[in-house]
């Protein structure tokens, strides 16, 4: 059974930074792929970001437009562990950011219902 667990959410201010993990549990696939995405009050989830890794440690990362340059996913097979970095955060980054696997190549990444596994959710702050 597949588990994630989410940590690294909080309120910071405008311009900073924060980092969120994502705990997977349960992964044994060759490839899979592991994605972020957001839902502020009223609104759809939306992408953020994905990564699809091997066993050989190969990975390709993806981004949405509006966080382009400014997150970045990384992981580390040896703890089975993904990351998002967030940098020069805005108060529009504000929302509940989730991670979600899927024991596959999953090609369309950015589509939400693509992924089997989804962790509880963690809520990110960002003040003006």
């Known amino acids: 059974q597949v588990q994630l667990v989410e940590s690294g959410g909080g309120l910071v201010q405008a311009g900073g930074s924060l980092r969120l993990s994502c705990a997977a549990s349960?992964?044994?696939?060759?490839?899979?792929?592991v994605g972020w995405f957001r839902q502020a009050p009223g609104k759809e989830r939306e992408f953020v970001g994905a990564?699809?890794?091997?066993?050989?440690?190969?990975?390709?990362?993806y981004y949405a437009d509006s966080v382009k340059g400014r997150f970045t996913i990384s992981g580390d097979s040896a703890k089975n562990t993904v990351y998002l970095q967030m940098n020069s955060l805005k108060p529009e980054d504000t929302a509940v950011y989730y991670c979600?696997?899927?024991?596959?190549?999953?090609?369309?990444?950015?589509?939400?219902?693509?992924?089997?596994?989804w962790g509880q959710g963690t809520q990110v702050t960002v003040s003006s």
């Open positions: 979600a696997a899927d024991d596959s190549f999953v090609v369309l990444y950015w589509d939400y219902v693509r992924y089997d596994y």
């Open positions: 349960g992964l044994t696939a060759t490839t899979y792929t």
């Open positions: 990564i699809r890794m091997n066993r050989w440690r190969e990975s390709n990362d």
